[in-house]
């Protein structure tokens, strides 16, 4: 009896500092990036570096890839124009975000914020950080820096909310963009179709040609991905604009076409989309099992990635019915009220809408810069063509990305977009997004 | 005398850690999760507006949580089956006192060691569900053997695609169920056995009437444990299908709208309805092991 209660006790301790070990491990990183805000209040003697260094400490979820390739460049590009601010790259790895975002919510309710943080350009950050009052407005940075005149007139009110500009975008990505494959299209002797009744005849004549997949889909969020462009393609981009900012009813009967060509556009889809990431299903395109694909640009930076030559192996074009328009997403920066060191924050966003650090960053993630004065030679032949439309379309904002609808709104469109998938009833899809839009958008009841 | 009550209160303080830790680290924030559950918080920063149960009224006439039922039902009640029926094949087969148990013991329990992240990972190979051309796992296997009629669409089918992701689920953990059972059928006296034979029973006789009613206890506790698994079913839906509303359950919802969508009260909600389903099936088992254990 004796020996079993020292057990159960040896046992009771082993949880307990099994618990104790497990808080400290997802602790850990933590001190990390906060250690260095010490310097700022006691200079430790131990340090070599000078006393009283200024610092700054940015937030991303750039850890891997083109992504953090491109941070280095722009932190390259910092370091050199202040010297005296040391920059602290406070990263958080994990799925597009997800995690960053939510250490980000935590450090926000604890009063503790980076002193800048990476967000995706529009309702995102807006609908979630400046809702909540966490954020300050830029104007007075874009109108010092002369940002209003070099980025596009039509991307301002998509990053602003009531006339205030809350965050400084650093690279544009393109999400209306067909990839297609030109071998296949020139063996059935199609033309890349500009409208979508024209993309409807040309996978019809592919089915018949005993082409398996017409358009190549992938998980949801791509299947999300396609629905924006082809609500943009059916609704041209006033109404497009018009049904994000509460102005345009979303059980509108033009809204109700939308949907139909996208039930419609469904059916050339692979039957084991849900099985396939974004890189499955672009990669199709390129290995000739599909002849079109919808889906950012960053496809380019994949199809790159795998040595297949532009023009000859993929081609691209704007969503069918969307030429003219150029729908974005953007990585941006922003300034958090009660940044611990708000001069260094806002010399970071000097450098990020800078067009050295624009130049710096986006040729090696594989992205546009936001302004429309970079130096195109040292893009390649896609980015360039991007760039050129960059500065002449019209601009609209993708919902998948962030730009339109704030998250909650999103997540509940998702939802919708989910049922439909299993249901494929365009009326209660209809139903549900004007639901949506009450519960979380601007729409009124 | 004193000696004993030193003793207990030596154990009493090496438990307190871990009860503190307990109270708060899981009742404590049970408690709290009950309390976002019926506030209005939406959003980035905390909102306890109170609202009283209008986030789970809200739950069931919303079609996702629907799906998230349907769901989770079809694979509670095909990975619970599923378990049993091969797990007790596989304990009868080692009962038969073949050569070699030792090893056969051991690989049908391995995968149960393995994370559901990485079954998931291997079965979403093996369950491949693309069609014609770019036939891959399972029914490229099946191609080449020439059981086409086995091709399927496993977890994309419509419908049922969850009944599918209850494969790698029972892979995994019928291992455990045959361990369990085999426990089970050693426990049973050959005496009972013979004497059946004796009096002129059949082998199916006996299992029918002898075997499987002395087992019904571990069938039980194999229920409850299988059960409570399938409630809280995530990471191997993850990782094998990834986020899509058709394989939904409702782990994932709680997940996705808290997380992605701000929608914290809501997510509280769903939490304390999963917490709630679990307990149906455990408490009562709890309050029957402990009436049955005798006292230390």
């Known amino acids: ?65 083109g992504e953090a390739a491109g941070l280095d460049a722009m932190i390259v590009v910092f370091n050199k124009k202040y010297p005296d601010i040391e920059f602290i790259n406070a990263a958080v790895a994990g799925g597009a975000g997800t995690n960053a975002r939510s250490v980000l919510a935590t450090r926000l309710q604890a009063g503790d914020p980076p002193d800048s943080w990476q967000g995706h350009a529009g309702q995102e950050l807006i609908g979630t950080y400046v809702k909540a009052n966490q954020l300050e407005p830029l104007n007075f940075l874009f109108e010092q820096e002369g940002w209003l005149k070099v980025m596009p007139e039509t991307l301002i009110p998509l990053i602003s909310a009531n006339g205030n500009i809350y965050s400084v975008p650093v690279n544009i990505h393109r999400a209306n963009v067909l990839w297609y494959n030109p071998a296949i299209l020139e063996a059935n002797k199609i033309a890349v179709p500009t409208t979508i009744d024209e993309w409807f005849k040309a ?47 979303w059980n ?81 920066f922003v300034l958090p009220v009660g940044a611990k060191n708000r001069d260094a924050a806002i010399a970071w966003l000097t450098v990020c809408g800078s067009k050295e650090g624009q130049d710096a960053f986006n040729p090696v993630k594989g992205s546009i810069p936001a302004r429309s004065d970079a130096d195109k030679t040292l893009y390649d032949e896609y980015l360039q063509s991007a760039m050129d439309d960059w500065a ?54 | 005398m004193m000696r004993y009550r030193k003793e207990k209160w030596q154990s009493f303080l090496l438990v307190l850690p871990s009860i503190l830790a307990i109270a708060v680290f899981v009742y404590g924030f049970i408690a709290w999760t009950m ?53 007790f094949f596989n304990a009868y087969l080692l009962d038969q006192g073949l050569r070699g148990e030792n090893f056969f013991r051991s690989l049908f329990l391995f995968p149960m060691a393995i994370s559901y992240i990485v079954t998931g990972v291997v079965w979403r190979w093996l369950m491949n569900p693309a069609l014609g ?45 045959m361990a369990l059972y085999l426990a089970g059928l050693r426990a049973i006296p050959d005496e009972l056995r013979e004497a059946a034979r004796v009096d002129g029973a059949s082998e199916i006789q006996i299992y029918r009437h002898i075997i499987f009613p002395l087992l019904r206890p571990v069938t039980l506790s194999a229920m409850v444990i299988l059960g409570h698994m399938s409630l809280k079913v995530f990471d191997l839906i993850l990782a094998v299908a990834g986020k899509q509303l058709s394989l939904d359950v409702p782990a994932i919802y709680m997940w996705q709208t808290t997380f992605d969508g701000y929608f914290f009260g809501r997510g509280g909600a769903i939490s304390i309805l999963l917490l709630l389903s679990v307990a149906v099936l455990i408490i009562p088992y709890l309050i029957y092991t402990l009436k049955s254990e005798p006292e230390i």
């Open chain 1, 1 to 65: 009896m004796k020996s079993k209660k020292l057990a159960m006790s040896v046992l009771a301790l082993l949880v307990v500092f099994s618990i104790l070990l497990t808080a400290c491990g997802q602790a850990a990183p933590a001190p990390a990036t906060e250690a260095p805000a010490a310097p700022q209040t006691e200079a430790p003697a131990a340090t070599e570096a000078p006393a009283a260094k200024k610092q700054v400490e940015v937030f991303s979820w750039w850890t891997g890839g």
């Open chain 1, 203 to 249: 996978m019809d004549a592919l089915k018949a040609a005993g082409v398996e997949t017409p358009l190549a889909l992938g998980e949801q969020w791509t299947v999300m991905h396609l629905f924006e462009t082809v609500l943009l393609g059916t609704l041209g981009p006033e109404k497009y604009n018009a049904l994000w900012d509460g102005t345009l009813a």
């Open chain 1, 252 to 332: 509108d009967a033009e809204v109700t076409k939308a949907l139909d060509n996208f039930k419609k556009i469904l059916e050339y889809t692979n039957s084991d989309a849900a099985s396939l990431t974004w890189q499955d299903a672009a990669q199709l395109v390129v290995n000739g099992d599909a002849a079109f694909n919808v889906m950012g640009d960053w496809a380019e930076g994949y199809f790159k990635e795998l040595k297949k030559a532009p023009r000859t192996e993929f081609g691209w074009a704007p969503v069918p019915g969307t030429a003219g328009t150029f729908q974005f997403l953007s990585d941006s």
């Open chain 1, 392 to 445: 002449k379309d019209i601009v609209v904002g993708s919902l998948t990305h962030g730009v339109v609808a704030n998250d909650s709104w999103k997540t509940e469109i998702n939802d919708a977009l989910g049922i439909f998938l299993t249901d494929k009833d365009t009326a209660k899809f209809q139903a549900a997004l004007q639901t949506a839009c009450e519960s979380s958008g601007p729409c009124s009841k």
């Open chain 2, 35 to 87: 309390r976002v559950s019926t506030s209005a918080w939406k959003g980035l920063l905390p909102d306890y507006t109170w609202v009283g149960l209008k986030n789970y009224i809200d739950l069931f006439s919303d079609q996702r949580f629907m799906v998230d039922i349907r769901n989770t039902l079809i694979f509670t009640v095909v990975f619970m089956v599923g378990c049993l029926v091969v797990g």
């Open chain 2, 133 to 177: 051309s770019r036939l891959s796992g399972l029914n490229l296997l099946f191609d080449k053997l020439g059981l086409d009629f086995l091709i399927n669409k496993w977890h994309t089918t419509p419908g049922w695609g969850i009944a599918f992701i209850a494969i790698p689920a029972i892979w995994q953990m019928s291992g455990y169920t």
